[in-house]
C-alpha cells in the first residue's frame, strides 16, 4: 500500500510538473503573439520537445507566414490601383485639356479655315476620349468573373466584311500616319462563332494598337493550319522593350511615357473578350515586329 501510494504521488507530481510546463510554453507562445500583434516579424518558438506543442508551433508559424504573404500581396495590389487610377487620371485629363485649349482657340479666332482646323481637332479629341471611357467600361465587366456573352449573341460571323468595316472607320488614321493595311485571307467566307460588337471591338483595338505603337504597315491575315486564326502583325520601334507573357496583362505598357490616347487596356480587353467567346490571343515577337494571333473557338 504504501508503495502505491508513494507511486501515486510521484505521478501526480510527475503530472503537475508537466502540466505547469505546457502552461509556462503556451504563456511564452502568447507573449510571443501577442508581440507579433504589435508589429513584430520573430518566429514562434517553444523550448519543449514535447510533439504536441512543436507541431502546434509549426501550424501557427505557417498560418502567420500565409498571413504576411496575403497581406504583402494585398498592399502591393493596392500600391498598384492607385498607381493605375493616376494614370488613368492623367490619361483622362490629356485629350479633355486639349479640347478645352483647341476649344478657347477656336472661340477666339477670326479665320473661319483655322478655326474649322481647331474644332476638327477638337472632335478628333473628343472622339478619342469616347473611346477610352468605352474600353475603361468595357474593363469593368470583364472583370467580373461571372460575365458572360448571352447565347442569343453569340452567332456565325462572317470575318472580311466586318474587318473592312473596322478599317474604314480608322481610314484617316491611317493616312495621317502613312500606313497601308494588308489584308490576306485564304478564304472570302471565313466565318467564325462569336459576338459581332465584341469581335468589332477586338479588331479595332488591334489596329489602334498598331497605330499608337507600330512602326510600320500593318499585315491581317487568316491561317488556316493548324486551326483557323487571324494574325495581326506590325512593326515594332528598334529597341522596344516588349514582353509577350506581360502585353495582355491590363494596364501594361512597354514604355515609361504616356502615350496619346494609350489606357493599357487594348490587349487586355482584346485577349478577355477573345476568351469570354471560348477563342484566344496569343502574342508573338519576331524581329522587330510584334505578332498578335487570334484563336476561334472550336467549330468557327
Not at 504536441?52 to 497581406?71: K, V, Y
Amino acid at each position: 500500500m504504501v508503495i502505491l501510494l508513494i507511486l501515486s504521488i510521484a505521478v501526480c507530481a510527475l503530472c503537475i510538473f508537466f502540466y505547469l510546463r505546457i502552461c509556462r510554453e503556451i504563456r511564452f507562445l502568447c507573449r510571443q503573439l501577442d508581440e507579433i500583434h504589435d508589429g513584430s516579424h520573430i518566429e514562434l518558438s517553444v523550448s519543449s520537445r514535447q510533439k504536441p506543442l512543436l507541431l502546434l508551433c509549426r501550424r501557427l508559424n505557417s498560418i502567420l507566414s500565409a498571413r504576411d504573404a496575403s497581406h504583402i500581396q494585398y498592399e502591393r495590389g493596392e500600391k498598384l490601383l492607385k498607381q493605375n487610377i493616376t494614370n488613368l487620371a492623367h490619361d483622362i485629363r490629356t485629350p479633355l485639356t486639349g479640347v478645352s485649349g483647341y476649344l478657347q482657340l477656336a472661340l477666339e479666332c477670326g479665320d473661319a479655315g483655322k478655326k474649322e482646323d481647331y474644332l476638327l481637332t477638337v472632335r478628333r479629341r473628343l472622339t478619342e476620349l469616347e473611346d477610352m471611357l468605352e474600353k475603361l467600361f468595357l474593363y469593368t465587366k470583364l472583370t467580373n468573373e461571372t460575365f458572360a456573352f448571352p447565347a442569343e449573341s453569340m452567332k456565325t460571323v462572317q470575318i472580311l466584311p466586318l474587318l473592312g468595316d473596322c478599317l474604314l472607320s480608322l481610314y484617316t488614321s491611317f493616312e495621317e500616319k502613312g500606313i497601308v493595311p494588308e489584308v490576306c485571307f485564304e478564304s472570302e467566307d471565313f466565318q467564325v462563332q462569336g459576338d459581332e460588337d465584341a469581335l468589332r471591338r477586338v479588331f479595332l483595338n488591334l489596329m489602334q494598337n498598331a497605330l499608337l505603337h507600330g512602326t510600320g504597315n500593318l499585315f491581317i491575315r487568316q491561317e488556316e493550319s493548324p486551326e483557323n486564326r487571324l494574325v495581326f502583325e506590325n512593326a515594332i520601334p528598334e529597341g522596344a522593350n516588349l514582353n509577350p507573357r506581360q502585353i495582355f496583362d491590363r494596364f501594361y505598357k512597354a514604355d515609361t511615357a504616356r502615350r496619346k490616347g494609350s489606357s493599357g487596356l487594348g490587349l487586355f480587353i482584346v485577349r478577355e473578350l477573345m476568351k469570354r467567346m471560348g477563342g484566344d490571343a496569343e502574342a508573338e515577337l519576331g524581329e522587330g515586329t510584334l505578332r498578335i494571333l487570334l484563336t476561334f473557338p472550336p467549330g468557327s
